[in-house]
């Protein structure tokens, strides 16, 4: 080889040297990481059963190599809609209300989910908890957790032979209206429960489907009864109180209340857990039907806003026994103890003590099962129910006689917008 | 071959790798620092000021309600002009950083979470309003908002806290020097001296065997190196006010002034743009010097080329 040749090798390996370098500094300048795409994910699940959720989120991301980016927010109404009318919903939100969902599902916005979950009998879920706009219809959502809400908090220590006379009387109730957003909605979970128990499944399910008038006497009942209950001072302290925070006092050591109406979920923000008890609510409410075995229920409902392969892998995965088995152990021991609707979650894997079972048993045989009316109901019926019963609440000496005017108004002029639909069942 | 002629392509031959070497390093070195500058400047700052601005309108829109509706002329001037300009601000600067935030999709996300909340948030506070004259209620709602805005877990600010965490951390490797730039910039006078010296020399062997003082090529190759130094001037003065800018930005206060925290980031970054602008020259020099280093060494290798063997 003659040393010209040599000498334009070494040029050219130089040059070729020097290409690579500067190749390689281009792609490391690139700096930003390839997304591998995942799924967004929106649920109103904050502080410690956001974390429990979280934590079975990367579950799923180390099991089936999915990045799941995970929002949880109180304002998951505003947030949502606002996504959506940006063109850019979350993959998958979980949402409380089925009202808001069916609107969805109206609007022609959610997947189908019919293969996430098989239909016809028999299968894990219940129809109260895979709902469809009409009978024989697509599901358009699933309720991966649930929550049992005709109840009432006590500390265990306390003989349960003294909770009628601590009911009867008004101040020894812990409660709290406050919640960001949707303050008032434990109001609203009290006159629900109150019409539940005085009137029963048929009558609750018209009111709460839209067929009955807010200003029927059944409905005034009770709000009265709620009304009544109460002292100024009790009604008062209760408006200006979280309700994250009202049962506490349930256990300081000189108790300033010892009763508390409130959901299944709210054991986990207790400062002792292990000491809550509870009893069903039709024993303790005023002029309810002590013999009813209908129970409010609430639930989580999973919907498809972008229906993509990896977005159905995440719903098959929620909706799957196995994943709320994992998503129970995961928080087991842990104040936030999630309930499933999915008859396939053994109870064990529900809760660690007696009480978590009692719960998982009552949402899965009771043989009348109610949604939460509110949430059922459509979004702008909802939030009016939450603000009149803040305002009643703010008076109970005043009759809501005017305040139930202006709801059955609501109501009349939502009957017949087909973009607020209301739910056509909400008793299973 | 002659010695002579081997030795001389040989020399050639390194003189060029050291060249792309030392031109490659000198690059990666000067790019990595000045392209922050742009980053810190078109991005950083105005996502930084962005999130920090809609803090301070969000804590002053409070402020200002609770004011109002405890105040006396609620009847004539409602929640009042302070208050819908703080919040019309606060909706402007997170629309603006939902845009622009460099904290990646998470933090999008969460400023939409954050716009959603906001939104609900002043809902909550026309409620006070509308039952000002119901003392409880109008407490009561006053009491959500500001829960809202400032409940340990899952509220508002925390929500903007964090993302401005994010964002910090972004500015954070911007403008810290960092490990790859260091090792780069202990290269860069190695590898040119090492060049400086294998240049010398070159110059000394031809001098010797070609009886030339100098070679005129070699010579402005040589001098050519000495472009560098100000080069590593620039970079020390880029970093200098890349370090500036990041200690304006991660004040606590600077929210209350986003104008004027801008205005001292631009001026403190001014000066950089063109410095990073020469980023562009370095090809070109290493193109130039390996042309020289070629033009000095072929004639020479050239003239062995029809000896016999």
Same mark, same amino acid.
């Given at each position: 080889?003659?040393?010209?040749?040599?000498?334009?090798?070494?040029?050219?390996?130089?040059?070729?040297?020097?290409?690579?370098?500067?190749?390689?500094?281009?792609?490391?300048?690139?700096?930003?990481?390839?997304?591998?795409?995942?799924?967004?994910?929106?649920?109103?699940?904050?502080?410690?059963?956001?974390?429990?959720?979280?934590?079975?989120?990367?579950?799923?991301?180390?099991?089936?190599?999915?990045?799941?980016?995970?929002?949880?927010?109180?304002?998951?109404?505003?947030?949502?809609?606002?996504?959506?009318?940006? %063109?850019?919903?979350?993959?998958?939100?979980?949402?409380?209300?089925?009202?808001?969902?069916?609107? @969805?599902?109206?609007?022609?916005?959610?997947?189908?989910?019919?293969?996430?979950?098989?239909?016809?009998? %028999?299968?894990?879920?219940?129809?109260?908890?895979?709902?469809?706009?009409?009978?024989?219809?697509?599901?358009?959502?699933?309720?991966?957790?649930?929550?049992?809400?005709?109840?009432?908090?006590?500390?265990?220590?306390?003989?349960?032979?003294?909770?009628?006379?601590?009911?009867?009387?008004?101040?020894?109730?812990?409660?709290?209206?406050?919640?960001?957003?949707?303050?008032?909605?434990?109001?609203?979970?009290?006159?629900?429960?109150?019409?539940?128990?005085?009137?029963?499944?048929?009558? @609750?399910?018209?009111?709460?489907?839209? %067929?009955?008038?807010?200003?029927?006497?059944?409905?005034?009942?009770?709000?009265?009864?709620?009304?009544?209950?109460?002292?100024?001072?009790?009604?008062?302290?209760?408006?200006?109180?979280?309700?994250?925070?009202?049962?506490?006092?349930?256990?300081?050591?000189?108790?300033?209340?010892?009763?508390?109406?409130?959901?299944?979920?709210?054991? %986990?923000? @207790?400062?002792?857990?292990?000491?809550?008890?509870?009893?069903?609510?039709?024993?303790?409410?005023?002029?309810?039907?002590?013999?009813?075995?209908?129970?409010?229920?609430?639930?989580?409902?999973?919907?498809?806003?972008?229906?993509?392969?990896?977005?159905?892998?995440?719903?098959?995965?929620?909706?799957?026994?196995?994943?709320?088995?994992?998503?129970?152990?995961?928080?087991?021991?842990?104040?936030?103890?999630?309930?499933?609707?999915?008859?396939?979650?053994?109870?064990?894997?529900?809760?660690?003590?007696?009480?978590?079972?009692?719960?998982?048993?009552?949402?899965?045989?009771?043989?009348?099962?109610?949604?939460?009316?509110?949430?059922?109901?459509?979004?702008?019926?909802?939030?009016?129910?939450?603000?009149?019963?803040?305002?009643?609440?703010?008076?109970?000496?005043?009759?809501?006689?005017?305040?139930?005017?202006?709801?059955?108004?609501?109501?009349?002029?939502?009957?017949?917008?087909?973009?607020?639909?209301?739910?056509?069942?909400?008793?299973? | 071959?002659?010695?002579?002629?081997?030795?001389?392509?040989?020399?050639?031959?390194?003189?060029?790798?050291?060249?792309?070497?030392?031109?490659?390093?000198?690059?990666?070195?000067?790019?990595?620092?000045?392209?922050?500058?742009?980053?810190?400047?078109?991005?950083?700052?105005?996502?930084?000021?962005?999130?920090?601005?809609?803090?301070?309108?969000?804590?002053?829109?409070?402020?200002?309600?609770?004011?109002?509706?405890?105040?006396?002329?609620?009847?004539?001037?409602?929640?009042?002009?302070?208050?819908?300009?703080?919040?019309?601000?606060?909706?402007?600067?997170?629309?603006?950083?939902?845009?622009?935030?460099?904290?990646?999709?998470?933090?999008?996300?969460?400023?939409?979470?954050?716009?959603?909340?906001?939104?609900?948030?002043?809902?909550?506070?026309?409620?006070?309003?509308?039952?000002?004259?119901?003392?409880?209620?109008?407490?009561?709602?006053?009491?959500?908002?500001?829960?809202?805005?400032?409940?340990?877990?899952?509220?508002?600010?925390?929500?903007?806290?964090?993302?401005?965490?994010?964002?910090?951390?972004?500015?954070?490797?911007?403008?810290?020097?960092?490990?790859?730039?260091?090792?780069?910039?202990?290269?860069?006078?190695?590898?040119?001296?090492?060049?400086?010296?294998?240049?010398?020399?070159?110059?000394?062997?031809?001098?010797?065997?070609?009886?030339?003082?100098?070679?005129?090529?070699?010579?402005?190759?040589?001098?050519?190196?000495?472009?560098?130094?100000?080069?590593?001037?620039?970079?020390?003065?880029?970093?200098?006010?890349?370090?500036?800018?990041?200690?304006?930005?991660?004040?606590?206060?600077?929210?209350?002034?986003?104008?004027?925290?801008?205005?001292?980031?631009?001026?403190?970054?001014?000066?950089?743009?063109?410095?990073?602008?020469?980023?562009?020259?370095?090809?070109?020099?290493?193109?130039?010097?390996?042309?020289?280093?070629?033009?000095?060494?072929?004639?020479?290798?050239?003239?062995?080329?029809?000896?016999?063997?």
């Amino acid at each position: 080889m003659s040393a010209a040749t040599r000498s334009r090798q070494a040029t050219a390996a130089v040059l070729g040297l020097w290409l690579v370098v500067l190749c390689a500094l281009t792609a490391g300048d690139t700096g930003v990481r390839q997304s591998r795409g995942g799924v967004t994910v929106l649920a109103t699940w904050t502080g410690a059963e956001g974390r429990a959720f979280r934590e079975l989120l990367d579950a799923f991301t180390r099991d089936h190599g999915i990045h799941v980016d995970y929002q949880g927010t109180t304002a998951l109404r505003e947030v949502l809609s606002s996504e959506v009318d940006s %063109g850019t919903p979350p993959d998958i939100a979980v949402l409380p209300s089925s009202g808001e969902l069916a609107a @969805y599902a109206r609007q022609g916005l959610l997947a189908e989910l019919d293969g996430v979950v098989p239909a016809g009998r %028999g299968t894990a879920y219940g129809g109260l908890w895979t709902p469809r706009l009409r009978a024989g219809g697509p599901v358009y959502g699933i309720a991966v957790k649930a929550d049992l809400k005709s109840i009432v908090w006590f500390d265990r220590h306390r003989p349960a032979s003294t909770l009628p006379a601590l009911a009867a009387d008004g101040r020894r109730w812990c409660v709290g209206m406050g919640g960001d957003a949707t303050s008032g909605w434990p109001g609203t979970d009290w006159i629900e429960d109150l019409l539940l128990q005085q009137q029963g499944r048929s009558v @609750y399910q018209e009111w709460a489907t839209g %067929g009955l008038p807010w200003t029927d006497p059944r409905v005034e009942r009770a709000w009265r009864s709620w009304g009544s209950l109460f002292g100024k001072d009790t009604a008062r302290a209760a408006l200006t109180t979280d309700f994250r925070t009202a049962g506490a006092g349930l256990f300081a050591p000189d108790p300033p209340c010892a009763l508390e109406h409130q959901g299944s979920f709210i054991r %986990g923000g @207790y400062p002792r857990p292990a000491d809550a008890d509870f009893v069903f609510s039709a024993g303790l409410l005023p002029r309810a039907d002590r013999r009813s075995t209908a129970r409010e229920v609430s639930g989580d409902f999973a919907a498809v806003f972008r229906d993509t392969p990896r977005a159905r892998e995440l719903m098959r995965y929620l909706a799957s026994a196995d994943a709320q088995r994992a998503w129970g152990r995961k928080t087991a021991g842990r104040s936030a103890h999630p309930f499933f609707a999915n008859r396939d979650v053994p109870l064990d894997a529900q809760g660690d003590d007696a009480v978590d079972r009692r719960i998982a048993t009552a949402l899965r045989d009771s043989a009348s099962l109610c949604l939460d009316a509110s949430d059922a109901m459509p979004t702008r019926m909802r939030l009016a129910f939450q603000r009149a019963a803040l305002t009643y609440l703010s008076d109970t000496t005043e009759r809501p006689d005017g305040l139930l005017r202006s709801l059955e108004k609501v109501r009349r002029r939502l009957r017949g917008d087909p973009d607020q639909p209301w739910l056509s069942t909400v008793c299973g | 071959m002659s010695g002579t002629r081997a030795f001389l392509v040989r020399r050639l031959a390194a003189l060029l790798v050291v060249t792309a070497l030392a031109v490659s390093t000198l690059l990666a070195a000067y790019y990595g620092v000045s392209r922050n500058s742009a980053a810190v400047t078109d991005r950083s700052t105005p996502a930084i000021l962005q999130v920090a601005a809609a803090t301070e309108a969000l804590r002053g829109s409070y402020r200002e309600a609770e004011g109002s509706l405890n105040g006396s002329t609620t009847d004539v001037e409602g929640l009042g002009e302070n208050y819908r300009t703080r919040l019309s601000t606060a909706g402007q600067s997170l629309a603006q950083a939902v845009k622009s935030t460099t904290g990646g999709e998470p933090a999008r996300r969460s400023l939409l979470t954050v716009a959603g909340l906001v939104s609900s948030y002043s809902d909550i506070i026309e409620q006070a309003y509308v039952n000002r004259d119901n003392a409880n209620l109008r407490a009561a709602y006053l009491s959500y908002a500001r829960t809202m805005l400032e409940r340990s877990d899952g509220d508002i600010l925390g929500r903007l806290r964090a993302v401005q965490a994010r964002q910090l951390h972004v500015l954070e490797e911007q403008t810290s020097f960092g490990w790859l730039l260091s090792c780069a910039w202990l290269l860069v006078p190695v590898l040119f001296l090492t060049l400086a010296g294998l240049l010398g020399h070159t110059q000394y062997f031809l001098r010797h065997h070609f009886r030339r003082l100098v070679n005129p090529w070699l010579a402005t190759a040589t001098a050519l190196l000495v472009a560098v130094v100000p080069l590593a001037v620039f970079t020390y003065q880029t970093q200098d006010r890349l370090e500036s800018a990041r200690t304006t930005l991660s004040a606590d206060d600077i929210g209350s002034d986003s104008g004027g925290t801008a205005k001292e980031v631009a001026d403190t970054m001014r000066d950089t743009h063109w410095r990073a602008g020469a980023v562009g020259w370095i090809p070109v020099g290493g193109t130039a010097l390996a042309a020289l280093i070629v033009a000095g060494l072929q004639p020479r290798i050239d003239e062995y080329r029809f000896q016999p063997r």
